[in-house]
């Protein structure tokens, strides 16, 4: 590697570090504001979501089956589904769907 890999990288991991470190160092007394909260709260779930949408869509072969799939499984999931036949019935519906298009 060069010298230029190598100060990429360092730069990489010194933000990172940054990021992690600050939050620990500035803030000492508890968050109170409701916002601050709220989107802290809020924040793993959104980045979940990011990262496992495309994944979905992707995943089949067309992405009619991955979209059709989705919304069986939040119908599912709204109506008290447990996690197994949700991802059961998800599966079932890709299969299906691509039978028929396929």
Do not use: D, H, W
């Not at 089949?60 to 599912?76: E, H, K, R």
Request: aromatic share 14%; hydrophobic share 60%; proline share 6%.
């Amino acid at each position: 590697m060069n010298n230029g890999a190598y100060i990429s990288i360092l730069t990489a991991a010194f933000v990172t570090y940054l990021i992690r470190v600050l939050p620990l160092t500035l803030i000492r007394k508890p968050i109170n504001n409701r916002f601050i909260k709220s989107f802290l709260y809020y924040v793993p779930y959104v980045t979940l979501s990011v990262m496992t949408f495309p994944a979905i869509i992707q995943a089949t072969q067309t992405p009619a089956s991955g979209i059709i799939a989705l919304v069986v499984g939040v119908v599912l999931a709204f109506f008290g589904a447990g996690l197994f036949p949700v991802a059961c019935a998800c599966c079932v519906s890709v299969f299906a769907i691509e039978m028929f298009i396929a």
